[in-house]
């Protein structure tokens, strides 16, 4: 019989978390002083990840460490065998102290500079051999057990690191060499390693996440759909990645789980973005999966590349459309002038875009994506992040509205 708390997620955000991460700390020779949560995954009912951050005493002195903590309503998996195993009464969960993440086995070698130097010269990344001292290390974005990416400056040269699960690696570096072979702008690849690091070139211009800030337009609404339409047709021989409309009743599920006043709220979303889409058919056009500002840049008022090609399949022009409506229509914690400047530029492009695809598809997607996004705030821990998470759903409802 499961336990009332089988997926784990009552255990990882409350303090009684506390003693797992004392055992686990002591096993590997510290004392844990202090710590607080800060990150967490939910996958209602069956899983949840969370990552600490804390102060561990070691025999050398005191320093800032992450611990992960992994529980699993079906028990440990055959990766956790790679962290440390330890029972709370109820289920064994697994514990590691970063960067030695069990999904992801090259982050250890890209988390430290001397390390990292000696990929780079081997795979004579710069143009001269590299030591560790001149090198600039900064973890730019990491998801515990799925992927993290590492900026990595040599002078005035930087290169990316994506640290990737063994079971994607190839089919990741796979997606991304039919977009390049294309001609497609994306980054180019600079080396690949056995223990799944994928290092990659910096793309030129500036983020498009940036550049939505500027007193003139990064680009236009064209442009963007010109960079889709000018995927090859060999991305729709590549598996299908389901839209992220799909998948509109477990993210209520995740956002109801982490906000309960917010329940019937979501109900209702799920039930009229479903309803909406259920005619429509899957498509067969190009589409790059999770197109957002964060995964474009610009240059000159034009795009000039692509990033993040791991959910390159076929599908629908509007679910690439919608995804960027979304985030945009989504960016936390911006000031007046910067809000106006973005709400501007979605009142310029939604036309554009509404011009190209069903309006109404256009926007029950989009508000199916800010659901998946709602779920963002509770997992950063984010200050006033059920504020934040019942905003997120009023924009989803908004555009739902718009087409009722």
Excluded at 64 to 77: C, D, H, I, K, Y
Excluded at 366 to 386: D, H, K, M, Y
Aim: hydrophobic share 40%; proline share 7%.
């Amino acid at each position: 019989m499961r336990p009332a708390d089988a997926d784990g997620s009552v255990l990882l955000t409350s303090a009684d978390v506390g003693a797992l991460l004392e055992a686990a700390v002591a096993h590997s020779g510290g004392k844990l002083l202090s710590w607080t949560l800060d990150h967490i995954d939910a996958n209602p009912n069956q899983s949840t990840t969370a990552t600490y951050s804390a102060l561990v005493e070691w025999s050398y002195g005191r320093r800032e460490e992450l611990l992960g903590v992994s529980a699993r309503a079906t028990g440990p998996v055959d990766t956790d065998s790679s962290a440390e195993i330890f029972a709370d009464g109820q289920r064994e969960v697994a514990v590691w102290i970063y960067p030695n993440d069990p999904d992801l086995p090259g982050l250890a070698r890209a988390a430290y500079a001397e390390s990292m130097a000696g990929i780079c010269n081997v795979h004579r990344i710069f143009d001269t051999p590299v030591s560790p001292q001149q090198l600039e290390l900064e973890m730019i974005g990491y998801r515990p057990r799925r992927r993290a990416v590492v900026r990595v400056r040599f002078g005035t040269q930087t290169v990316y690191v994506k640290v990737l699960r063994g079971r994607l690696f190839d089919d990741v570096v796979t997606r991304h060499l039919v977009l390049a072979n294309a001609g497609v702008p994306v980054a180019p690849i600079l080396a690949t390693t056995d223990d799944h690091l994928l290092v990659l070139a910096e793309l030129p211009g500036r983020s498009l996440a940036k550049a939505v800030f500027d007193p003139t337009d990064p680009c236009t609404a064209e442009d963007l759909i010109g960079v889709l339409d000018s995927m090859p047709s060999r991305v729709c021989e590549l598996p299908r990645r389901p839209p992220w409309s799909d998948s509109i009743a477990h993210y209520s599920r995740m956002v109801a789980q982490a906000v309960p006043a917010l329940e019937r709220r979501l109900e209702w979303l799920v039930e009229q973005i479903d309803g909406g889409l259920r005619r429509i058919p899957p498509g067969n056009e190009p589409t790059h999966g999770d197109f957002h500002e964060g995964q474009i840049h610009v240059l000159g008022g034009r795009v000039c590349g692509v990033l993040d090609t791991d959910t390159l399949g076929p599908g629908r022009r509007a679910d690439d459309l919608a995804c960027l409506v979304a985030h945009l229509s989504t960016i936390q914690r911006m000031s007046a002038d910067q809000e106006a400047r973005v709400h501007q530029l979605i009142r310029r492009w939604v036309p554009v875009f509404d011009e190209r695809v069903d309006p109404v598809e256009l926007r029950l997607r989009a508000a199916a994506v800010i659901v998946s996004l709602a779920t963002g705030p509770f997992r950063g821990q984010e200050p006033e992040w059920e504020r934040e998470t019942a905003v997120m759903v009023g924009s989803a409802e908004a555009l739902v509205r718009q087409v009722l």
